[in-house]
């Protein structure tokens, strides 16, 4: 019976010069099989989408700037000074409300929804509801309007997920948890605690859809909780809607699952960052093997006509000419419930080559180079994050503000190089901004994160149903 996916990999440098250890960038790909997967295409599986909308104070805030708007009068938001207003611009409230609401015009009648707000408690407003079910879900829908008011702690939403989930296994399902957030978190630590408790008892991938000047980096740590996870930066109710939709046509796409790739890593190198490099860029951080020297990647799902690829760097050991080194060795686990293929696996040993020849060892991968150009953006722009952030309290340096010139500068060159005219001008302006104000706005910053998510389009030779 042949494979349901192609695992392959390849190295940035296929050969070290002999008896010199270097360091090495192994990209490992998992591409669809479609003369296998084809079989399935028409077989969609039930799912199971699970709401977290924040209805903190700062949710009544206008989604975008409105000249027009009418003063209320003051007020006070989460304990800072505000204003009531009247505007035909809805506020963020407002709009998840009529996201979530069409969204469930949209499910089908297999499905199930889950819908739960959060301010510094969780409501569990609908449990695990049929979108047929309009007698529980419109009432549930509404009460988003009015609860909530309070601080934000995101932590106590992902409890109250713990515990659902805990009492109603459902594993003919598929499961996707959705958050919609303007983002600042009194609780940070506990939110990714919990993030990641869920995500190891449950294998719930976290779709995070911030929305105004979220901290985007805060948001990407909880999506990165599991690796099936992605974010999302909402800027207008058309943006909302439309990345709604699109979670819910993936989760419909989902073809594998309970999908895992381990990687066995030799004992003899030191092994560094680790990034997902599609279907979007995620920095993941250092990989850490267990004491058997294997780390798992939890990807959980794979959608029809993606393909799914890491990164990572290495350090190799001294070797002898003509000698082969094995860096890894890769296993794919995965299900395939519409076939009712279990527990398959595929395996491929990463191994680089020892040569006397040293104008071999000076070759190049241009692709694994050009993946990893592109991965290490996001890096780039969480370090103008962090000292950003510094100089808006007031503790930063003037060797801080040079940091972030010089990174601003590389970014600059890098997307010149690129022929990428559109992200080489906006780093330009946050240089600007960053030369007239002596920061960067969070919301500038913002565009830049959202932007280092997006991988370079792929095509993969399969039926896509979009």
Same mark, same amino acid.
């Given at each position: 019976?042949?494979?349901? %996916?192609?695992?392959?990999?390849?190295?940035?440098?296929? !050969?070290?010069?002999?008896?010199?250890?270097?360091?090495?960038?192994?990209?490992?790909?998992?591409?669809?099989?479609?003369?296998?997967?084809?079989?399935?295409?028409?077989?969609?599986?039930?799912?199971?989408?699970?709401?977290? *909308? @924040?209805?903190?104070?700062?949710?009544?805030?206008?989604?975008?700037? @409105?000249?027009?708007?009418?003063?209320?009068? &003051?007020?006070?938001?989460?304990? /800072?000074?505000?204003?009531?207003? =009247?505007? &035909?611009?809805?506020?963020?409230?407002?709009?998840?409300?009529? *996201?979530?609401?069409? #969204?469930?015009?949209?499910?089908?009648?297999?499905?199930?929804?889950?819908?739960?707000?959060? &301010?510094?408690?969780?409501?569990?407003?609908?449990?695990?509801?049929?979108?047929?079910? #309009?007698?529980?879900?419109?009432?549930?829908?509404?009460?988003?309007?009015?609860?909530? $008011?309070?601080?934000?702690?995101?932590?106590?939403? =992902?409890?109250?997920?713990?515990?659902?989930?805990?009492?109603?296994?459902?594993?003919?399902?598929?499961?996707?948890?959705?958050?919609?957030?303007?983002?600042?978190?009194?609780?940070?630590?506990?939110?990714?605690?919990?993030?990641?408790?869920?995500?190891?008892? =449950?294998?719930?991938?976290?779709?995070?859809?911030?929305?105004?000047?979220?901290?985007?980096? !805060?948001?990407?740590?909880?999506?990165?909780?599991?690796?099936? $996870?992605? =974010?999302?930066?909402?800027?207008?109710?058309?943006?909302?809607?439309?990345? %709604?939709?699109?979670?819910?046509?993936?989760?419909?796409?989902?073809?594998?699952?309970?999908?895992?790739?381990?990687?066995?890593?030799? +004992?003899?190198?030191?092994?560094?960052?680790?990034?997902?490099?599609?279907?979007?860029?995620?920095?993941?951080?250092?990989?850490?093997?267990?004491?058997?020297?294997?780390?798992?990647?939890? #990807?959980?799902?794979?959608?029809?006509?993606?393909?799914?690829?890491?990164?990572?760097?290495?350090?190799? +050991?001294?070797?002898?000419?003509?000698?082969? %080194?094995?860096?890894?060795?890769?296993?794919?686990?995965?299900?395939?419930?519409?076939?009712?293929?279990?527990?398959?696996?595929?395996?491929?040993?990463?191994?680089?080559?020892?040569?006397?020849?040293?104008?071999?060892?000076?070759?190049?991968?241009?692709?694994?180079?050009?993946?990893?150009?592109?991965?290490?953006?996001?890096?780039?722009?969480? %370090?103008?994050?962090? /000292?950003?952030?510094?100089?808006?309290?007031?503790?930063?340096?003037?060797?801080?503000?040079?940091?972030?010139?010089? *990174?601003?500068?590389?970014?600059?060159?890098?997307?010149?190089?690129?022929?990428?005219?559109?992200?080489?001008?906006?780093?330009?302006?946050?240089?600007?901004?960053?030369?007239?104000?002596?920061?960067?706005?969070?919301?500038?910053?913002?565009?830049?994160?959202?932007?280092?998510?997006?991988?370079?389009?792929?095509?993969?030779?399969? @039926?896509?149903?979009?």
């Amino acid at each position: 019976m042949p494979d349901a %996916f192609f695992l392959r990999w390849k190295l940035d440098r296929p !050969f070290v010069e002999q008896n010199k250890g270097d360091e090495v960038y192994a990209l490992v790909t998992i591409e669809p099989n479609a003369s296998v997967l084809v079989q399935s295409s028409q077989a969609a599986l039930p799912a199971h989408l699970i709401i977290l *909308v @924040d209805v903190s104070g700062s949710m009544d805030i206008l989604m975008r700037h @409105d000249p027009n708007a009418k003063s209320l009068g &003051d007020a006070v938001t989460e304990g /800072k000074a505000s204003h009531k207003v =009247f505007s &035909d611009v809805p506020s963020r409230r407002e709009m998840a409300c009529t *996201v979530v609401q069409r #969204l469930t015009e949209r499910m089908h009648a297999d499905d199930l929804l889950t819908l739960v707000a959060f &301010d510094d408690k969780a409501y569990v407003l609908a449990q695990c509801a049929s979108p047929e079910n #309009l007698d529980q879900l419109w009432p549930a829908i509404q009460k988003l309007t009015d609860v909530g $008011g309070g601080g934000t702690a995101l932590g106590a939403a =992902f409890e109250s997920v713990r515990s659902l989930l805990a009492t109603y296994p459902d594993p003919k399902r598929t499961r996707k948890l959705v958050l919609l957030t303007d983002g600042e978190d009194e609780k940070p630590t506990q939110a990714l605690t919990e993030a990641q408790a869920l995500g190891r008892d =449950f294998n719930v991938p976290i779709v995070a859809l911030g929305t105004g000047e979220c901290k985007v980096s !805060f948001l990407k740590d909880v999506a990165q909780t599991t690796l099936a $996870g992605s =974010f999302n930066h909402i800027r207008t109710e058309t943006d909302a809607e439309q990345l %709604f939709h699109q979670v819910l046509t993936g989760q419909k796409n989902v073809q594998a699952t309970n999908v895992a790739l381990k990687l066995w890593l030799s +004992p003899e190198m030191q092994v560094r960052e680790l990034y997902r490099t599609r279907p979007e860029i995620l920095y993941v951080g250092d990989l850490q093997p267990d004491a058997a020297n294997l780390v798992e990647l939890r #990807l959980e799902q794979m959608e029809r006509g993606k393909a799914y690829e890491f990164l990572f760097r290495c350090a190799v +050991p001294r070797r002898a000419a003509n000698q082969r %080194f094995r860096i890894a060795k890769a296993t794919l686990s995965y299900d395939l419930p519409a076939l009712g293929r279990k527990q398959e696996t595929i395996e491929a040993n990463l191994v680089v080559e020892y040569t006397a020849d040293a104008e071999r060892a000076r070759e190049r991968s241009g692709d694994v180079r050009r993946v990893l150009a592109r991965a290490e953006v996001q890096r780039q722009v969480l %370090f103008v994050q962090a /000292k950003a952030d510094l100089l808006n309290r007031g503790h930063g340096s003037e060797r801080d503000r040079a940091l972030v010139a010089n *990174v601003l500068a590389a970014l600059i060159k890098k997307f010149d190089e690129f022929g990428d005219q559109a992200m080489a001008n906006q780093y330009r302006l946050m240089q600007e901004e960053l030369q007239q104000k002596g920061t960067i706005s969070q919301d500038m910053i913002n565009r830049s994160l959202a932007a280092s998510s997006r991988a370079e389009e792929v095509i993969v030779a399969q @039926d896509i149903d979009f």
